[in-house]
């Protein structure tokens, strides 16, 4: 038999453990590329003891999956109905969801687990939405449902992930300040469907809410109720939930600051009706100061005109009343950065035909050097044009100059021509563009019939968007016409204008008031260029 020598079994001994190592490499796990995102939540394969099963004495229940999951947001998302002392436990094994009880249950109960979206697969957290258990520890499971809808007060249109709640009237109480164990959420055409509840009274609310937590926090969230209570002794079907925006009971600010620019800045929890606002110290900033309130008067921002004090007190006022005092202070060696940042009224590089082209600023503006702006018309200068102040509007200006069609206009506006306050001024600033064809804008003319005599009713007209362009009181038959609009799609929509102040209101849950209904025409309106299009509304009865 031949002798092996070493340097022979050294050599053999490395080609097999690098033969070893690329196999091993070839076949390590690596994690694949590319492909279709998964959409797909996991699947219940199995359940043990069943779901509705009747006749509960198990402890434990075993939910198997398709796929490997994970629990998420658990505290928000999971509840058992009713409640229990000592809440279940809950433990992934591989595919399987393990539901330990730590509570004795009731006899003769139908109890439901709600696990909400907390169920999700590993990769993407896919939710499997609205997932229930039910179970019961007697003969037979309740079984009675309500079924309903959740809608925008405003827009009209479905709110999807919209929380549905039920809450037995002898725990009402709870609204606001605890979370429910009886909810459900909305699908995208805003249907909700709450399933084996017993027989009971209920007060039913549907809440879109921004943290999740299934409590209602007006500041944030929008709210929608059933006035009156529900006694569930059959089936409920059709229930129409509006929901909307709740006024704050009482006025509160809630974001004050002094901006970088120098200028102050307010935002409040309520929309005012008729503020006023005063510096109350040093009570020599008040003559010269500049205020701005929002559209809604939901916010304000005030420029002073001197930044040398150490603190100052304003004065907010609604209708005549005291609302709230409140102090800014700043910084000694606080120091301010500002420029002058115009914007023009076009869109997409087109002029209205039936409007002034406006220039809007940040700043409050003190003067315009008209001298260091700069027009042309098809590149030829121009210079009988004029620059004015807004009357209606203290941060805008009027652009004047007799605007042709077809004609391509360009506008600088040269460094430092224009001043703000603390002698901010401008860098150099162009823009290009041309008026818009009168052809492409039309008419609306219509015929509106009212339902009631001495009602109020206000008349919207809106885009694609929802948009409001245009509005009008009507309280009685009548005529209107809304002319120059541009070609496209609108919709009309009439607000029950129940208390006649001409302005859609809000409802309130303590005063059990639903908000004015709003109603649309089911005709989407388009106007034509160049064309007037005739039409009639009938205004339903409310």
């Known amino acids: 038999m031949a002798k ?27 994690q694949i590329q590319g492909g279709p995102r998964d959409t797909t ?63 004795t249950l009731e006899k003769n109960t139908t109890y439901t687990l709600n696990f909400g979206n907390s169920i999700a697969d590993i990769n993407e957290s896919n939710p499997v939405k609205n997932f229930t258990y039910v179970f019961s520890t007697g003969p037979k499971l309740d079984s009675l449902s ?43 055409s ?28 007006q500041a944030t969230d929008e709210v929608g109720f059933i006035k009156d209570s529900i006694v569930l002794k059959r089936n409920v079907d059709s229930l129409v939930l509006n929901i909307f925006k709740e006024n704050a009971s009482n006025f509160r600010i809630l974001d004050r600051r002094l901006n970088t620019d120098g200028s102050i800045s307010f935002a409040f929890n309520q929309k005012l009706k008729r503020p006023e606002v005063n510096i109350s110290d040093p009570a020599a900033l008040d003559a010269g100061k500049k205020i701005r309130f929002s559209k809604n008067n939901d916010s304000l921002k005030i420029w002073l005109t001197d930044l040398s004090f150490d603190s100052t007190k304003i004065v907010l006022k609604d209708e005549g009343k005291l609302l709230q005092t409140t102090t800014i202070t700043r910084g000694k060696k606080e120091t301010y950065s500002r420029s002058v940042n115009p914007t023009f009224s076009l869109e997409n590089r087109l002029l209205n035909p039936y409007k002034p082209l406006k220039i809007y600023f940040n700043l409050p503006i003190e003067n315009i050097d008209i001298s260091k702006i700069t027009l042309l018309e098809d590149s030829v200068e121009r210079k009988n044009f004029t620059v004015k102040k807004d009357s209606l509007d203290f941060l805008s200006y009027v652009f004047v100059y007799p605007w042709k ?5 360009d506008i600088k506006l040269g460094a430092e021509a224009v001043s703000a306050i603390f002698n901010t001024k401008n860098k150099e600033v162009n823009t290009s563009f041309e008026l818009a064809n009168k052809d492409d804008y039309g008419t609306l003319n219509v015929k509106v019939i009212t339902p009631e005599k001495d ?18 009181v009507v309280r009685q038959d009548t005529s209107v016409s809304f002319t120059k609009y541009k070609a496209g799609i609108y919709f009309i929509r009439i607000v ?10 809000t409802g309130n849950i303590a005063e059990k008031l639903q908000p004015e209904r709003i109603w649309y025409e089911p005709k989407e309106l388009s106007i034509r260029a160049n064309w007037d299009r005739n039409d009639v509304i009938t205004i339903p009865k409310e």
Not at 73 to 78: P, Y
Not at 193 to 215: F, W
Not at 405 to 409: D, E, F, G, N
């Open 4 to 30: 092996i020598s070493l340097t022979q079994i050294i050599r053999s001994s490395a080609y097999l453990i690098s033969a070893l190592t690329l196999l091993y490499g070839c076949a390590s796990p690596q």
């Open 41 to 103: 939540p996991p699947k219940v394969l199995k359940m043990s003891p069943e779901n509705l099963s009747t006749n509960f004495k198990a402890e434990k229940i075993v939910i198997q999956f398709d796929e490997y999951f994970k629990i998420q947001n658990q505290v928000k998302e999971f509840s058992i109905s009713p409640d229990l002392a000592i809440a279940p436990t809950l433990k992934v094994k591989q595919k399987s969801l393990e539901i330990t009880f730590q509570d």
């Open 146 to 188: 309500i079924k309903g809808r959740v809608i925008n007060s405003i827009t009209g249109l479905p709110e999807l992930d919209a929380v549905a709640l039920i809450i037995p009237l002898n725990r009402d109480t709870i609204f606001g300040k605890y979370k429910p164990s009886i909810y459900t959420t909305t699908d995208s």
């Open 190 to 217: 805003g249907n909700f469907s709450l399933n084996n509840l017993r027989e009971d009274t209920y007060k039913i609310y549907a809440i879109k809410e921004k943290n999740g937590d299934r409590i209602y926090q």
């Open 405 to 409: 069609a077809k004609r391509i206009y």
């Open 455 to 472: 009602k109020s009713y206000i008349l919207e007209v809106v885009n694609e968007l929802k948009n409001v362009i245009n509005k009008i």
């Open 496 to 505: 029950y204008d129940t208390n006649k102040n001409g302005s859609w209101d």
